[in-house]
């Protein structure tokens, strides 16, 4: 890789910072509002769910669809949005780690 700053670590350090905000967020906030005026606290955490998940698929070479990103209403994972954000971001971050960066 050449000199300079590693993306990959910069993800993960971003990573690990917004897997501890999901973990400090309760069931009582989900309803919350957001500077994002259309959306509550738990379509914001479903949205950066959905991000990762765009990146890992795009980084595999997989199909996931970029509008899927705002299919922001659904349910939380039943793991848990901390537990399913550190899983995808691990999945990111592996993937990334395959790759040549070069």
Known sequence: MAQGLDPIKIYQGAGQ???TAFGS????????????SEWNVKNLLNY???VQK????TLIAGSVE?????????DLPTEGA????????????????????T
């Open 82 to 101: 901390e537990a399913a954000l550190k899983s995808i971001t691990d999945q990111v971050i592996s993937a990334a780690h395959g790759m040549d960066l």
């Open 25 to 36: 967020v309760n069931a009582g906030q989900l309803t919350a509002s957001t500077p994002c």
């Open 66 to 74: 970029p509008s899927s990103m705002n299919d922001v209403n659904g």
């Open 17 to 19: 910072a917004l897997v």
């Open 48 to 50: 950066n769910l959905n």
């Open 54 to 57: 765009f990146l890992h698929s």
